[in-house]
């Protein structure tokens, strides 16, 4: 299993820096960040400069949207930073949240969304695509490498990420959920004809180590509420009705937000914020990783076995340092395959 930390690009941005340099140190493999471009510092800069001061590590937002950018425009950064830093970019793509809502805009539909990808995923792959009654390619870019994981919680998004991505990103570290959602991405690559197994399978979720176990309840409240943004839509779109009653998603999903009031961006991906009061402590305890390191292992080894290739773990706390230096120390070593030296 790889492992990736999910940064927020606050000021200063050479925080975000440094964060990405300890977690490269401690063994994790990606470093992902928000792409909200009122709410945080602009990313792909910062991109830029991680990969300067890093050695090995894959760097991508988590996650852009076909909206706030032209889409020729997101794979000229893509392809511009594989042939500066040797192919180590990631591109993790949804229909948008808080990029789009806090310019009241909304997300995306699910056709903008795979046509995106793949003109996104074409031009940074240095290959030509259509785009608006045009074939277009970059003449500088030889050789760039870009894999494009779709983040989803409904049912055409699961399906277009099964039939369309690279991978599939599920925001929440539910063990039975994410079997649930996996299955579905599974099947949709199936039947679209790919390999079920070539989309790569990647879990974020707020994890903390510690002991207290209400206070880094509080601190990874948020989380809750970020995804209740996108249950809310889909129970809009679906109605409440659990997927057991003919509904769109899992009980789990769909029952918990009932006492959700509405959203404030500004607090958006905050710990502590006034407006996730809604969130019980069974569900932060059910979508994120908590306590000590043993604790983390066994469910990561839950997530193993249903073929989970890459833990992210959400840094918006206040125990960053800790944390990354345990995974490093004993959590990532403890999921690692172990090869001996002679047999």
Known sequence: ??????????????????????????????????????????????????LAETRKITVGPFVTNPATRDWTVTASVFATLNEMYGNRTICGIGRGDSAVRVTNGKPTTIAELRESIHVIRELANSRPVEYHGST?????????????????????????????????????????????????????????GRDPMSVKICVAAPFYIGDDRAHMRDQCRWFGGMVGN????????????????????????????????????????????????????EIIDRFCLLGNADEHIEKLEQLKALGVDQFAGYLQHDNKEETLRVYGETVIPALADHVTAKR
Do not use: C
């Open 1 to 50: 299993m790889d492992f990736g930390a999910v940064l927020q690009t606050n000021p200063p941005s050479a925080r975000a820096i440094q964060l990405a340099k300890l977690a490269e140190d401690h063994g994790f493999s990606h470093v992902w960040t928000f792409d909200s471009h009122l709410l945080w510092q602009e990313p792909y800069v910062i991109h830029s400069q991680i």
């Open 136 to 192: 277009l390619q970059f003449p500088w870019s030889e050789g760039s490498k870009l894999e494009v994981w779709v983040a989803a919680y409904g049912p055409l998004a699961l399906k277009a990420a099964g039939e369309v991505g690279d991978g599939f990103i599920l925001q929440l570290a539910d063990v039975d959920i994410a079997a649930w959602m996996i299955r579905h991405v599974r099947e949709a690559a199936e039947a679209a």
């Open 230 to 281: 996108h249950i809310a839509d889909i129970v809009e779109k679906y109605g409440s009705k659990s997927e057991a009653a003919g509904g769109a998603v899992p009980e789990a999903l769909s029952s918990y937000i009932a006492g959700r009031k509405g959203y404030d961006y500004n607090e958006h991906g905050r710990a502590g914020n006034t407006h996730t009061d809604f969130v019980p402590d």
